[in-house]
């Protein structure tokens, strides 16, 4: 596993409000109603992270549906200028393409993703490991290299402060703060060995670390096993729905090699999308995608472009 301080960015999330119903979705949109960051609470996150070396990230749900996005925006800026070290997360849905010069002038980096294309696939985390794997160690080995604690961000949410996103996003389905960290500044300087409380709290709960098959995005079945079958069957509206698929045995979900996640995230794929709000994106740097609005593309982008081709060549030269 790894620190807060190894990973490329720390997420806000502000809401779990989605247009989609995605199979497997992280965000468990459907099981429960859509909840929406307080604003004052939202600019003490973003104050406990002003010193934080790396890039904070807004992220959902849909950050956009948040009646405060463009007050978020403008906070954003007054307490961190550098946009580079600012991320959005966003399918950015119809009907706020008004957002697009704000997020432009807010966001260094855009993370563009619609789930509509069936080469999409969502993991399925409320399988919980410890439904899976019976014997005690084989688990914790699993959850000690998991995948996604080692490639995706801790997490901040209305509970407190989190060192994985999916123990942030499982707190907030079940209301559970029990292990939450307070939020303040410099919460992220904790090292792996302070994370034990919540590992051992969140992560058996948890099927990310297990090699299961995977869902298209498209789908809107959630592969589910006992242990959060049992907490869910009295309040979730996916499963009075009928929209979920009981694991009874761990076979049935097993997967020998995992499905490619990233094939879906090229460049036309993301500009499509994007040209529905009149912005162009391109790979910076730190090859992240930064946005720019269609209208300065030729002015701007070219410019970028050959300063990032410049530093490539520098760094090279070294």
Known sequence: MRNLLDMDTIQIEVTNACRNRCANCTRYVGHYEPWFMPFDYFKDAVDSMIEYPKMVGIQGGEPLLHPDFERMCVYLRTRIS??????LWTTLPTGYEHYREIICKTFGNIFINDHTRPDIYHHPSLVAIKDVFKESN????????????????ASINPLGTFFCEMAASMSMLYKDS?????????????????FKEQIEYWCPQCGMACNLKRKSSIEIIDDISQHHFDRLKDTSQKIKQGSYNLITNAKEVSAKETQQLAAYKDTDYRNRIARRYGIFTYVNSENFWTPVLLEHVKTDTLSRQKSILQTLVDRHSK
């Not at 550098?82 to 991320?87: A, Q, R, T």
């Not at 084989?138 to 961000?153: D, F, L, P």
């Open 138 to 153: 084989v688990m914790w080995y699993k959850i000690s290299h998991c995948w996604t604690q080692e490639s995706w961000s």
């Open 82 to 87: 550098d946009k580079k070290k600012l991320g």
């Open 178 to 194: 029990t292990v939450a960290w307070k939020l303040e500044p410099g919460w992220w300087n904790r090292q792996v060995w302070n």
